[in-house]
């Protein structure tokens, strides 16, 4: 595949474009009072540097209220010192900032963390890191914008596992920090990391996801676990179910992905969650990108101004410099021939290959396995166990093929990632930068990314460029792409296995186009359906009314009392429901 020169600018001109219901209870005895009027008096410090912060603030005029869409208080004092000088930072090609600061410096680290980040072989401080460690040692309120791979984890693991050190945190207290993320993958990693820093510390730790056996986390939970990395869905379910679940005591709470938890359709379970949790506590949210819906949760998450860290601001380019990106036109019925064709002389790399639907991810994985290019698939319909699996199956490989819906698309620490494949268009920018954020990820490491567009979606290159990604047009010869169309459809006309799986995924297909956010550049009338259907290897269309689907929205989902799933947890397997399909 060749770059082809003019871009963006080329392509779009051709185109002519509560106070805790389950709280401690008075066993804890003398050690209970000790953390408490300990956390107390930091609790009292932090509140006397927020006061000067502010007053200085004040004085000099540049005091931002939170309110009305505008953001809180910029960050001041405390991490003056670690950007004050430009030479204090290096640009590094994983995604952020790498600066001259190292851990090994910060008195707020205990020597058994210290010794932990040395075993992982951790030394300096990302960007993010520097300038939010200081305001968060000292129990002040956070909420950071970054991107993905910026070094966020680190960021709020350390403070709150230093501020249970100082307290002399015990595991009869209960749970003093809940950490949620938005998916099971991405609170597996940041279980996995919280198990590295703990090595040398006393701290229990539980992991709080949708699909695992529930009955044995309540069991730990009543034992008592000091830090809880849960998903939303199910950590509600276990604060309103869980008798003996003491979180009464807690000290910190961190929401990870916060714009992500809110997209995904956690809004009301989180809302739930703050009204069970203790309001006197620490919080720091982190959130690639600032919404309506992230600002709205701000309001009520914290109880003042929260310091606000954001490291991306100024940049010029909102991916990561080490990603080579580029785009190809190509009709709907050459779209998998090209996919084949590129996938087969990169068998020796590591490739994500990005899907709209769960059903197409399964459909793909299936036939691409079936003529001789092993893949592996993640989506949200797999069981859990099967869904980790392949998760640590595919890190651990040096050279295998993803196949994915946006399930891996956010936060996943992914290593060695050589090539990221848009198959489908994501849903708006942000989405694009949050899968391209899987490669690029090590220090001074590269990586490649291809987004697969439709003639009639060449509008979305000038949504691209308006979000500072750069990416550059690639051609494809036609003479290059292998020649075996016709034997594909006679493998799906033959195959009844197949073929099945062909029409759920060609469905879902247009029902997930029908869906776009951005209608006016992905309008589902436009859609040459003859080929579309043969790329998913038709010589026929199956039946799909379109014009019904042209209006279609998702049907908003029913939980059951918090646990994340259908209410009674059923679902109707005749009743092929857009949520159902694209749901993660």
């Not at 779209?335 to 399964?362: D, G, W």
């Not at 879902?508 to 009338?525: E, L, N």
């Amino acid at each position: 595949m060749k770059r082809k020169g003019g871009g963006i600018a080329a392509a779009t001109a051709a185109a002519g474009g509560g106070g805790g219901s389950r709280a401690g209870s008075g066993e804890d005895g003398g050690d209970g009072a000790a953390w408490a009027g300990q956390n107390e008096r930091r609790r009292s410090k932090a509140r006397k540097v927020d006061d000067d912060a502010s007053a200085a603030v004040a004085e000099e005029g540049r005091e931002q209220v939170l309110g009305d869409g505008a953001l809180p208080q910029e960050e001041q004092n405390g991490a003056e010192g670690l950007h004050e000088r430009d030479e204090t930072r290096v640009e590094t090609d994983e995604g952020g900032i790498l600066t001259k600061h190292a851990f090994a410096g910060l008195t707020n680290l205990s020597e058994r963390s210290q010794a932990a980040l040395k075993e992982m072989g951790i030394t300096y401080m990302t960007e993010v890191q520097a300038r939010v460690l200081p305001h968060a040692f000292q129990g002040r309120d956070v909420l950071a914008a970054a991107r993905t791979g910026s070094g966020k984890t680190l960021a709020f693991l350390l403070p709150v596992l230093e501020l249970l050190n100082t307290v002399k945190w015990k595991t009869r207290n209960g749970t003093g920090v809940v950490i949620i993320s938005p998916t099971r993958e991405l609170a597996l990693q940041i279980h996995g990391v919280t198990r590295e820093l703990l090595k040398n510390h006393s701290l229990t730790f539980g992991l709080l996801i949708g699909g695992a056996n529930r009955r044995m986390e309540a069991e730990k939970l009543q034992k008592g676990v000091s830090i809880v990395v849960a998903t939303p869905g199910r950590l509600l379910d276990h604060l309103e179910n869980t008798p003996g679940f003491q979180y009464g005591n807690l000290q910190a709470l961190v929401i990870d992905e916060a714009d992500r938890v809110l997209e995904i359709g956690f809004e009301e379970d989180i809302q739930r969650i703050l009204q069970l949790l203790p309001k006197e506590r620490q919080t720091m949210l982190f959130s690639a990108t600032q919404t309506t819906k992230v600002e709205d949760l701000v309001r009520v998450s914290f109880r003042s101004k929260p310091v606000y860290v954001g490291v991306d601001d100024s940049r010029a380019v909102a991916t990561a410099t080490g990603i080579e990106q580029g785009f190809v036109i190509v009709p709907s019925e050459r779209r998998f021939v090209l996919l084949f064709t590129f996938l087969k002389k990169n068998m020796q790399k590591k490739v994500i290959v990005f899907m709209s639907s769960c059903n197409a991810v399964k459909y793909y994985a299936e036939l691409l396995s079936f003529i001789d290019i092993p893949v592996l698939s993640l989506h949200g319909k797999q069981k859990q166990q099967k869904r980790t699996a392949t998760f640590f199956e595919f890190c651990k490989a040096k050279a295998a093929i993803l196949v994915c819906t946006d399930v891996a698309a956010r936060g996943l620490d992914i290593p060695s990632v050589d090539w990221i494949i848009q198959f489908d268009p994501p849903d708006e920018p942000k989405e694009y930068i949050h899968r391209v954020g899987r490669t690029a990820r090590g220090t001074n490491s590269t990586g490649h990314a291809l987004l697969f567009l439709l003639p009639s979606e060449v509008a979305f290159l000038k949504y691209l460029k308006a979000a500072r990604v750069p990416v550059n047009e690639y051609d494809f010869p036609e003479s290059k792409l292998a020649k075996i169309q016709p034997q594909l459809e006679r493998l799906i006309e033959k195959n009844y296995y197949l073929n099945r799986s062909a029409r759920e995924a060609y469905r879902s297909y247009i029902m997930s186009y029908a869906s776009h956010s951005m209608k006016h550049v992905f309008d589902v009338q436009q859609l040459d359906l003859k080929g579309v259907a043969r790329s998913f290897c038709f010589s026929v269309p199956p039946n799909v009314n379109i014009s019904s689907l042209a209006n279609h929205k998702a049907p908003k989902l029913e939980r059951r009392n918090g646990g994340g799933g259908l209410k009674n947890n059923k679902r109707n397997s005749k009743q092929d429901r857009l949520a159902m399909l694209l749901r993660d």
